[in-house]
């Protein structure tokens, strides 16, 4: 089955404590990208990544890193998270980039930083 | 910088009625997207929009897109109770990012 597959669904952790949120797909996409979800702004592209090695900043990339050294994974890590960093983050990828094609979600992460 | 607006942010309405949500963008896009998100759930991908004058039905949703106005239609038709969602949509670009609305929170009261 086609998908892209975040972990962990949900997670509460503390200021300033690294983590990761892991993001892989199946589909060979070369397009993978990161978004936060926050009531009443919608989606906010974070970062996004046209092919293995080739990452970009998005809308809000402050606080946040990713890495695509294989084409299938694309980890979001937030080195020292604070509390406005608490939100429902998405990963998504699509065949290569805007111009050809939906992209298809995970299932998204529930992030709380206290 | 391309910008999406959607309006309404919030939409109430009967079963049986008709209702348009419309999404403006700021300057040139390449393609429209719409997609659909349940409560608690993922984005699902309902059109793609790649032309001037494109438009795009499935069931009781169409899509329209009008690049020069810079104006994309969602025209609900006889709204039933499943069609309540939260519905987004989102242009791209030749600089190969997303920009999405705010989203539009569909209720359809029975």
């Known amino acids: 089955e086609a998908q892209v597959t975040q972990n962990p669904r949900y997670l509460i952790t503390v200021t300033g404590k690294k983590l990761t949120v892991t993001c892989s797909q199946n589909?060979?996409?070369?397009?993978m990208s990161w978004y936060r979800q926050d009531p009443g702004l919608g989606l906010r592209q974070i970062y996004y990544s046209m092919n293995v090695e080739v990452t970009d900043k998005g809308d809000v990339p402050e606080g946040y890193k990713v890495s695509r050294k294989e084409k299938r994974n694309f980890p979001l890590i937030l080195e020292s998270p604070s509390p406005n960093q608490t939100s429902l983050y998405f990963c998504a990828s699509s065949l290569s980039g805007p111009v050809l094609g939906p992209q298809h979600f995970g299932d998204g992460t529930r992030l709380s930083i206290l | 910088e391309l910008k999406v607006e959607q309006n309404p942010l919030f939409l109430s309405m009967q079963e049986g009625k008709n209702y348009t949500i419309y999404c403006n963008y700021s300057t040139t896009s390449d393609r429209l997207y719409w997609y659909r998100q349940d409560p608690g759930k993922s984005l699902e991908s309902l059109f793609v929009l790649l032309s001037n004058g494109a438009v795009k039905q499935e069931g009781r949703l169409m899509a329209s897109l009008d690049t020069k106005a810079r104006l994309s239609t969602l025209h609900i038709t006889a709204a039933v109770h499943d069609l309540s969602a939260t519905y987004f949509c989102a242009a791209g670009n030749t600089g190969n990012q997303f920009y999405f609305g705010t989203g539009t929170s569909l209720t359809v009261i029975p």
């Open positions: 589909m060979n996409h070369e397009y």
